[in-house]
């Protein structure tokens, strides 16, 4: 049982990590509260399903499609409908959640509300730590792990990740130093949905896809965010795995009470911020000048 619980928490921690770190960028640099995050994610797992099974292609091409096909959708819905009102917060956050709301029924309208899947890549097992554990479960962590390499990469050995930790740090001082600051926030969406896209991509072969599918990772996204500390990357990689391994240990520890992961999740999440109300890795929050 302790090797299950290890595997399927690094499985439910990587992926939560992905659109966790992915929400942590745009908030960053742009304060962007992007509800609709999740929705992304479940976007780009139905247009893997549309090329699969509509259009015939593999599944790899399918994946390779549907990131850049995701991504690209973000960015004109974030030109159109949250780049004119940037500035109003509350006016960001409402527009976010109508925008999940119409993928949402987009999906409904489309496929209705069955349950679909794809195959998965490659089939059969390995034995990992004395456990049967599915060739794609493996495959699932590898990309994982390459995509938070080249994420990390980006942000530290580039100059554009120069420039979105610059403006994270100070948005203001980054417009004066001569930065474009709009134009970084476009590459810092772009980057967050192929995130969320890539953590789609993932769970395909999976789980099954239905048009809420988004709502429990949004959930769980938002307590690893407000765990690790708004706006840290690190935070949210860490609050990740923390949430992602509570969930494993109430399926695997009491398999009758597994519909109370979730509250479980969340109540380490409050305990934490009992204690530490700015999260693991965030600051205390001041009054703006």
């Not at 499985?11 to 770190?21: D, E, Q, R």
């Not at 690209?72 to 004119?84: G, H, M, N, Q």
């Not at 029924?105 to 097992?125: D, N």
């Not at 134009?183 to 192929?194: D, E, G, K, L, P």
């Given at each position: 049982?302790?090797?299950?619980?290890?595997?399927?928490?690094?499985?439910?921690?990587?992926?939560?990590?992905?659109l966790?770190?992915?929400?942590?960028?745009?908030?960053?640099?742009?304060?962007?509260?992007?509800?609709?995050?999740?929705?992304?994610?479940?976007?780009?797992?139905?247009?893997?399903y549309?090329?699969?099974?509509?259009?015939?292609?593999?599944?790899?091409?399918?994946?390779?499609?549907?990131?850049?096909?995701?991504?690209?959708?973000?960015?004109?819905c974030?030109?159109?409908?949250?780049?004119?009102?940037?500035?109003?917060?509350?006016?960001?956050?409402?527009a976010?959640?109508?925008?999940?709301?119409?993928?949402?029924?987009?999906?409904?309208?489309?496929?209705?509300g069955?349950?679909?899947?794809?195959?998965?890549?490659i089939?059969?097992?390995?034995?990992?730590?004395?456990?049967?554990?599915?060739?794609?479960?493996?495959?699932?962590?590898?990309?994982?792990?390459?995509?938070?390499?080249?994420?990390?990469?980006?942000?530290?050995?580039?100059?554009?990740g120069?420039?979105?930790?610059?403006?994270?740090?100070?948005?203001?001082?980054?417009?004066?130093m001569?930065?474009?600051?709009?134009?970084?926030?476009?590459?810092?969406?772009?980057?967050?949905?192929?995130?969320?896209?890539?953590?789609?991509?993932?769970?395909?072969?999976?789980?099954?896809?239905?048009?809420?599918?988004w709502?429990?990772?949004?959930?769980?996204?938002?307590?690893?965010?407000?765990?690790?500390?708004?706006?840290?990357?690190?935070g949210?990689?860490?609050?990740?795995?923390?949430?992602?391994?509570?969930?494993?240990?109430?399926?695997?520890?009491?398999?009758?009470?597994?519909?109370?992961?979730?509250?479980?999740?969340?109540?380490?999440?409050?305990?934490?911020?009992?204690?530490?109300?700015?999260?693991?890795?965030?600051?205390?929050?001041?009054?703006?000048?």
């Amino acid at each position: 049982m302790l090797q299950d619980i290890i595997i399927n928490g690094l499985v439910n921690g990587s992926i939560y990590a992905l659109l966790a770190i992915g929400f942590s960028l745009i908030f960053g640099v742009a304060r962007i509260v992007n509800i609709a995050h999740t929705a992304f994610y479940m976007l780009a797992a139905y247009i893997i399903y549309i090329a699969f099974h509509y259009l015939g292609a593999p599944p790899a091409l399918a994946i390779l499609l549907a990131i850049p096909a995701t991504v690209l959708t973000a960015l004109v819905c974030f030109r159109l409908f949250i780049d004119p009102i940037q500035e109003h917060e509350a006016a960001v956050l409402i527009a976010t959640i109508a925008l999940a709301m119409v993928i949402q029924e987009a999906l409904l309208v489309a496929f209705g509300g069955h349950y679909l899947g794809v195959p998965p890549l490659i089939s059969g097992y390995i034995e990992l730590l004395g456990v049967r554990v599915t060739k794609q479960h493996v495959l699932a962590l590898g990309f994982v792990f390459v995509a938070l390499a080249l994420v990390w990469v980006l942000l530290m050995r580039t100059r554009i990740g120069l420039a979105i930790r610059v403006t994270a740090q100070d948005r203001e001082i980054a417009n004066l130093m001569g930065m474009d600051v709009r134009r970084i926030a476009m590459v810092t969406m772009a980057v967050s949905v192929m995130l969320a896209a890539v953590a789609g991509a993932i769970v395909v072969p999976l789980t099954v896809l239905d048009p809420h599918m988004w709502m429990h990772p949004l959930i769980m996204m938002l307590a690893i965010v407000v765990l690790g500390g708004v706006g840290s990357v690190k935070g949210s990689l860490l609050g990740a795995y923390i949430l992602g391994f509570a969930e494993a240990l109430v399926v695997f520890l009491i398999p009758m009470g597994a519909f109370l992961k979730g509250s479980v999740a969340l109540s380490i999440m409050i305990l934490v911020l009992l204690i530490r109300p700015e999260g693991l890795f965030g600051v205390a929050f001041e009054e703006e000048r």
